[in-house]
């Protein structure tokens, strides 16, 4: 009789156990998805203030580079990025923003990345 009320208990613990498990795998991959659209965003950060820096270049072919990068990189991942280049004296900060693709239902992770540096400038060497 002891194994007559056991009967199903398999069933009922599986019932419970399966969306708990399930939803750990997604959020973990979720986790992962995160954190490789913020190594997106920051390595278009990074290439954007290359192109912004150099001397002779622009914000413009800063945000350029930013975008091509990301859209290279990222481009499920990272999901509608803008890139913002602000100059400051002789030295520019470059920020990508976006969203982490979404993989659970419901869930908007914002993505940023920044990179900043000094412009790079020529100087002569003066010497005898």
């Known amino acids: 009789m002891h194994r007559r ?3 199903g208990a398999v069933s009922a ?3 419970i156990a399966m969306p708990v498990l399930m939803l750990l795998i997604t959020a973990s ?3 992962a998805v995160y954190e490789h659209a913020v190594n997106v965003a920051v390595d278009a950060a990074q290439r954007g203030l290359q192109g912004a820096r150099i001397q002779g270049g622009s914000d413009t072919a800063g ?3 930013a975008l091509s ?3 290279q990189l990222g481009g499920g991942i990272l999901v509608s990025p803008t ?3 602000t100059r400051i004296g002789n030295s520019i900060r470059v920020q ?3 969203n982490a693709e979404a993989v659970m239902p419901g869930i908007t992770l914002q993505v940023v990345g920044v990179a900043a540096g000094p412009v790079e400038q020529f100087s002569s060497a003066s010497g005898p």
């Open 69 to 71: 990068d990301a859209a």
């Open 96 to 98: 990508v923003q976006g």
């Open 63 to 65: 945000q350029m580079a």
């Open 5 to 7: 009320r056991q009967r």
């Open 13 to 15: 613990q599986l019932v």
């Open 83 to 85: 890139v913002t280049v």
């Open 29 to 31: 991959v979720q986790f």
